[in-house]
Structure formats: C-alpha cells, structure tokens
C-alpha cells in the first residue's frame, strides 16, 4: 500500500502559479505522475516521472509545468506556472508499483480569468 496526501491547490487568477505537492508513505514506486480531471472530462495524464527520472508532459502543458520529487521528503511536485482558465481541474497524484496504481484525495485548482 502507498497513501497519498496532496496539497496546494487553490485558486489563481490567468498567468498565476500554483505549486503542488504530493507527499507519499514510500518513493519505492516505478512510476509518479498527475492527474487532472475537470467537470465533465475524463481524467487525463498531466506530467510524469520514472523511477530512473525520466519526465514527461501533456502537450498542453509543456513548457509551463514541471514535475519534480524529493525522495528525501518523499514529495513529488507539479510547479505549475502560467496558468489558464482551461487547467481548472481536480488534480490527482498517481503512483504504480509492481503494477498497482495508487491515487491520492485530488486537490483543485480553479483558474479564473
């Protein structure tokens, strides 16, 4: 089992930034990333991050978040800067570990323009 506690959210006015954080019972996982999911749209992948450090991106929001992790402080983050209307969503923190996904509470994130 791995809980998930994440934190952050909040509500920003177009171009702000928000920084999320996610922090974890074990970083022993092969796998961390967010998750957004706005009203009436699937839950989509935002930002990943491998166990090796490998990150990738949703294109629309590349260039203007970044995920990071603290193995230390056993934290994975979403630095989200520039922010849009069209990322309000409820954004979930995701692990895997030897094949199970784990999620955490979601947080939201409200962009007004």
């Known amino acids: 089992q791995v809980q998930l506690v994440e934190s952050g959210g909040g509500s920003v006015q177009a171009g702000g930034s928000l920084r999320l954080s996610c922090l974890a019972s074990?970083?022993?996982?092969?796998?961390m990333g967010w998750h957004r999911q706005a009203p009436g749209k699937q839950r989509e992948l935002v930002a990943s991050?491998?166990?090796?450090?490998?990150?990738e991106y949703a294109d629309s929001v590349k260039g203007r978040f970044t995920i990071s992790r603290d193995v230390a402080k056993k934290s994975l983050y979403l630095q989200m800067n520039s922010l849009k209307p069209e990322d309000t969503a409820v954004y979930y923190c995701?692990?895997?570990?030897?094949?199970?996904?784990?999620w955490g509470q979601g947080t939201q994130v409200t962009v007004s323009s």
């Open positions: 995701n692990v895997e570990r030897a094949r199970r996904a784990y």
């Open positions: 074990s970083m022993t996982v092969d796998f």
């Open positions: 991050i491998t166990s090796t450090g490998s990150t």
